[in-house]
């Protein structure tokens, strides 16, 4: 590289990736391949449209790339074509969920949402977020002893506030989502369901957390969680579901582009097509599975250690600690700090029926996808555990 300065920023974050244990949920380490075509050539297209309706010329390939892309999407995740669409088009989660609500929820409507402290998103709602301000978030309620969320009161909130959509899907929820529950609380309310499972794609595809795809109208995610792909987003949607007159996924194309994008970035839609490509495959699920392995012993050795772990365990790649335990522990800002120190990154979180602030909150998030990436196992966990355990209590 002539830019000698970037290329020793690049060096020295390729040198700290190596270096530590990464047990963010979600990041992960996409392979060679996938860096090869995000920064290809294909960077420099400008693509504006959809595959066969573009604004410019010289589409020949770029419109094979996105037809390609579509289909490998729908064939991981075991799709009729004639069901379902995909759009491969929105640059990350927050547009891809942004641009769902532009095109099915009027302003001003309600959105039914798991709240930032109980481990939903911040496009889920939040007053924060554009998402929050356009619309009026109604709180999924969380059942704060067992920290699961209450469907029973889902229900009544929705019969009672009629949200036009309802999205279910997390940042910092470990249990499995009963998708099957969401989509009764949706029928009896009359909302669309939409299925943020930007966290758990992966898992998904893996066969190892139950598919939203039974019962959901929408379904978004990020690429480069545990689907392993460079940064981006999908949006799934049914096609003979209907707004008025219109097709859903009609609307939400429109909603993308030209509603809150322009070109298209079709290096990272390369990127997307091969690591769902290496997705769909016997060896990835194995990968899926071993990434849930990883978080139960993970989870277990922490709780065996004495540190409160929220919800009791974890179904999925995530895991929330309650390292502050009212007092008897440490807050999760020094506990991130502390980690970082011993080379364990992760991050502060809060955790349901949040007492401190959103700044200094009481836990911290975990996760396994990362450290799977890289070929640990079990017995590695049990050591990740004790190492966490002597570096937040401060010993040698
Ligand atoms: N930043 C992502 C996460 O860590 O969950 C969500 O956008």
Redesign the pocket.
């Known amino acids: 590289m002539k830019d000698k300065k970037i290329e020793s920023i690049i060096k020295n974050e390729t040198k700290r990736q190596k270096s530590v244990i990464n047990l ?3 990041e992960n380490y996409v392979s060679k391949d996938v860096l090869t075509a995000l920064g290809s050539i294909l960077d420099n297209k400008y693509a504006e449209g959809y595959p066969h309706a573009r604004y410019y010329g010289g589409q020949r390939y770029i419109d094979e790339l996105e037809t390609l892309c579509q289909d490998r999407a729908l064939k991981l995740f075991k799709l009729k074509k004639d069901l379902w669409h995909v759009n491969v088009q929105p640059l990350s ?1 927050s547009p891809a969920n942004l641009a769902v609500y532009l095109a099915l929820v009027p302003k001003g409507g309600k959105v039914m949402g798991l709240p930032l402290s109980s481990g939903g ?1 911040l496009t889920h709602g939040q007053k924060v977020s554009i998402t929050g301000k356009i619309w009026e978030q109604i709180p999924i309620g969380m059942n704060t002893k067992t920290e699961l969320i209450d469907y029973k009161k889902m229900k009544e909130d929705a019969i009672r506030e009629k949200p036009q959509l309802i999205i279910v899907g997390f ?1 910092a929820y470990p249990r499995i989502v009963d998708f099957k529950k969401c989509r009764e609380v949706a029928d009896a309310c009359g909302a669309y369901l939409m299925v943020d499972m ?2 758990f794609a992966g898992l998904v595809a893996g066969e190892a957390y139950p598919t939203p795809f039974l019962y959901a109208d929408i379904v978004t995610t990020t690429t480069h969680k545990t689907l392993r792909g460079p940064r981006g987003a999908m949006i799934f949607s049914r096609k003979d579901k209907k707004l008025g007159d219109k097709d859903i996924s009609t609307l939400i194309d429109k909603a993308i582009f030209p509603g809150i994008q322009g070109g298209p970035h079709m290096g990272q839609i390369a990127g997307i097509a091969v690591a769902l490509k290496e997705d769909d495959s016997p060896a990835f699920k194995k990968y899926a599975k071993q990434i849930i392995k990883n978080a139960k012993v993970l989870t277990d050795e922490l709780s065996r250690l004495g540190w409160r772990v929220v919800s009791g365990g974890t179904d999925s790649h995530l895991i929330l600690v309650d390292t502050w335990m009212n007092g008897k522990g440490i807050v999760g800002k020094e506990a991130e700090v502390k980690l970082e120190k011993a080379g364990i990154i992760c991050n502060k979180n809060t955790i349901p029926g949040e007492t401190r602030s959103p700044f200094d909150p009481s836990g911290i998030r975990i996760g396994t996808p990362a450290e799977t990436t890289r070929g640990k196992k079990e017995k590695d966990m049990i050591l990740i555990a004790r190492k966490m355990d002597k570096a937040l209590r401060g010993k040698k």
Do not use: E, V
């Open positions: 963010i949920p979600s989660g998103h940042t930007s966290h």
